[in-house]
């Protein structure tokens, strides 16, 4: 029988990837962040490495770990203190980077339904590169497959198999705080709202809420939650399921910004021409019913990049030539180090440079750090910086 079939496989399945995670992480404990070398932690201060040996040398920075070879280490926690410390008088607002009065939290979906095309690879990577520079960020898993909060070490199947996830802040039923679903994560400066497959029930019970007239309606409940907690953040980031559902087009709606990641290939371009349509039919409607509809910008972002490939080159250049402005200038190039860190649940900024191919890291770490560096302009744009 088929239902036995694949009863058998899942469960087959779950105990494997139990056993992988138990290989990845010891029982119970949390992921970690790696320490940074003096010369990653210049280049993110945007100081001279002699610079920061003087702190050190004057007694101004705070002590950090040294390793074996008596080389500093710096925790995240210590890259922060440091913005810190270094963020006064004329310098104010450099190092610590986050919004100020006036200026307007920012709220981005990574968006496309085509699955696979890299919105929560560029979710976590964007969300890691903001916390680094000093910004505080909350992400927010919008997706039941929940991959982004297996990202940040959760186990969405046993830490939030009942409650916790994003769904008990936007339920239609007795809703909690949003605050009460959040979660700090081993990465500082972000928190996480986790996701899992109880927010499946919201793509259930919304037709019912919406013939009931429960207010805020399902286009109003992701900002709803939000509101409660925006004066902690800078940046807010959805990483919306590969679905055009209820879920994100509440993710949308509660948005200030959107980017939508798209693999450079025909089939790949003419399922997100399918998905605009339906996105801008849907948008009319909650529009209509009074959702709010100005974003500060939307553009495309070129996943999966291969400089060398003709018609890929095609493809980028026909997007350019329709959309202009709108594609990101700086694509996500296609490595298997990004690939490759994904296999244990780690991106980019996270790996130690000495596991991969130098020249292969060193790509994709540009490659990323230039696609965030574009969406950093974008939120300085928005705030009119
Ligand atoms: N630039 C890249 N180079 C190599 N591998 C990549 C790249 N971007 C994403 N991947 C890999 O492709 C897979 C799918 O990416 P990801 O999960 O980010 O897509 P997604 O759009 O979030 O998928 P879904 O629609 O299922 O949520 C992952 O295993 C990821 O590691
Ligand atoms: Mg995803």
């Keep these: 029988m088929i239902n036995e079939r694949v009863r058998a ?4 399945l779950v105990s494997a990837l139990d056993a992988h995670m138990l290989a990845s ?3 119970d404990a949390r992921k970690e962040l790696r320490r940074f070398s003096a010369g990653e932690v210049a280049e993110l201060l945007g100081v001279s490495t002699s610079f920061l040996r003087k702190l050190h040398f004057d007694g101004k920075a705070p002590e950090v770990e040294t390793s074996s070879g008596g080389r500093r280490q710096y925790s995240a926690e210590d890259i922060l203190a440091l913005r810190t410390l270094l963020d006064t008088g004329k310098a104010k607002g450099s190092y610590l980077p986050g919004r100020r009065d006036g200026e307007k939290l920012q709220v981005i979906s990574f968006l496309n339904f085509k699955g696979g095309s890299g919105k929560t690879t560029s979710t976590v990577h964007t969300a890691q590169k903001l916390a680094l520079k000093g910004y505080r960020v909350l992400c927010v898993d919008v997706d039941p497959q929940a991959s982004l909060t297996v990202l940040f070490g959760f186990r969405p199947e046993y830490d939030f198999l009942e409650q916790g996830t994003l769904y008990d ?6 809703p909690l705080p949003l605050s009460a679903v959040i979660h700090p994560t081993f990465f500082p400066g972000i928190d996480l709202a986790p996701g899992g497959l109880m927010l499946q029930e919201f793509e259930h019970e919304t037709p019912r809420a919406l013939l009931e007239n429960v207010q805020p309606a399902f286009y109003g409940r992701m900002a709803a939650a939000l509101a409660e907690v925006e004066d902690a953040y800078d940046v807010v980031l959805f990483d919306c399921p590969p679905q ?3 879920l ?3 993710a949308l709606c509660a948005s200030t ?5 798209i693999v450079p290939n025909m089939l790949d371009v003419a399922s997100m021409a399918q998905f605009l349509q339906m996105c801008a039919d849907l948008l009319d409607v909650v529009a209509e019913a009074g ?3 100005s974003f500060d910008f939307m553009r495309f972002l070129i996943n999966r990049y291969e400089p060398n490939d003709g018609p890929q080159q095609q493809v980028v250049s026909f997007l350019r030539t329709l959309f202009a402005g709108e594609v990101m200038i700086a694509p996500m190039l296609k490595s298997t180090a990004i690939s490759d860190a994904g296999l244990t649940q780690q991106t980019i900024y996270e790996v130690e440079r000495g596991q991969f191919n130098r020249q292969t890291y060193d790509r994709a770490l ?9 969406i950093e302009q974008l939120l300085h744009d928005a705030w009119r910086r």
């Design 9 to 12: 496989r899942a469960e087959t």
């Design 25 to 27: 992480f010891a029982p």
């Design 169 to 174: 802040a936007i339920r239609y039923d007795d």
């Design 244 to 246: 055009l559902g209820y």
């Design 248 to 250: 994100t087009m509440a």
């Design 257 to 261: 910004s959107v980017l939508i990641t």
């Design 291 to 293: 959702a709010p509809m």
């Design 366 to 374: 540009e490659s990323l750090n230039t696609v965030n560096d574009e």
